[in-house]
């Protein structure tokens, strides 16, 4: 079982950024695939980013194409923490943002791929 708790999130003037974090249980933390989705009023949850161990020090990484070059997903195994820094943001980004983690396996994007979620953290950006 592994539980993730979010935070970071907040409201920011377009052009801004902001910084999530996800916080997880557990002791096999490096052995699951992290990832961010989000989702906005009236939409589908749209992945984001995602995060897997690759070796010592090397990780893989995929990105959602609305949010490639403007964030950046990261985690520190020793802190059982995943981080997505948020550069740039549009209004368009305003969303509810949520932590997820799948065990094993290769980065997915589809929701569905995850095994648990974080409640989620609001980020707002206005123009």
């Known amino acids: 079982q592994v539980q993730l708790v979010e935070s970071g999130g907040g409201s920011v003037q377009a052009g801004g950024s902001l910084r999530l974090s996800c916080a997880a249980s557990?002791?096999?933390?490096?052995?699951?695939?992290m990832g961010w989705f989000r989702q906005a009023p009236g939409k589908e949850r749209e992945f984001v980013a995602g995060?897997?161990?690759?070796?010592?020090?090397?990780?893989?990484?995929l990105y959602g194409d609305s949010v490639k070059g403007r964030f950046t997903i990261s985690r520190d195994n020793a802190k059982n923490t995943v981080y997505l820094q948020m550069n740039t943001l549009k209004p368009e980004d305003t969303a509810f943002y949520y932590c997820?983690?799948?065990?094993?396996?290769?980065?997915?994007?589809?929701?569905?791929?995850?095994?648990?979620w974080g409640q989620g953290t609001q980020v707002t950006v206005s123009s």
């Open positions: 997820a983690a799948a065990l094993g396996g290769t980065i997915q994007q589809r929701r569905d791929e995850y095994d648990y």
């Open positions: 557990g002791r096999t933390f490096s052995n699951y695939v």
């Open positions: 995060i897997r161990w690759a070796a010592a020090g090397l990780y893989y990484t």
